[in-house]
């Protein structure tokens, strides 16, 4: 059992940037492929970015690369993502989610069904 809380989201004009943190308490977060997902308002939950189980590989939806960055740090059980140049369309709530996936070796998106865990997420509005 993993319990998964993010932080860090808020208000931000557009062009700023944000931090998120996400922490996992119970077992074994480490052996746990990390990945960050958003919900905008009316729309279908989508896949943001992942990130294998040391950390030494990372995948990120298109939209995404070159402005967000996902990091870990199984020490400290917690998992970052980095948003740079935020537009109004990144305005959703940010869930992290962790995936006992032996396998994976971020060369593709996480899928939102075989995520094991989810965070209750931490919005993020930004203005224009």
């Known amino acids: 059992q993993v319990q998964l809380v993010e932080s860090g989201g808020g208000l931000v004009q557009a062009g700023g940037s944000l931090r998120l943190s996400c922490v996992g308490s119970?077992?074994?977060?480490?052996?746990?492929?990390m990945g960050w997902f958003r919900q905008a308002p009316g729309k279908e939950r989508e896949f943001v970015a992942a990130?294998?189980?040391?950390?030494?590989?990372?995948y990120y939806a298109d939209s995404m690369k070159g402005r967000f960055t996902i990091s870990r740090d199984n020490a400290k059980d917690t998992v970052y993502l980095q948003m740079n140049s935020l537009k109004p369309e990144d305005t959703a709530v940010y869930f992290c989610?962790?995936?006992?996936?032996?396998?994976?070796?971020?060369?593709?998106?996480?899928?939102?069904?075989?995520?094991?865990?989810w965070g209750k997420g931490t919005l993020v509005t930004v203005s224009s």
């Open positions: 989610a962790a995936d006992f996936d032996l396998t994976y070796t971020a060369t593709r998106p996480l899928k939102i069904e075989a995520m094991d865990y």
């Open positions: 119970g077992r074994m977060f480490s052996a746990y492929v």
């Open positions: 990130i294998s189980r040391s950390g030494s590989s990372t």
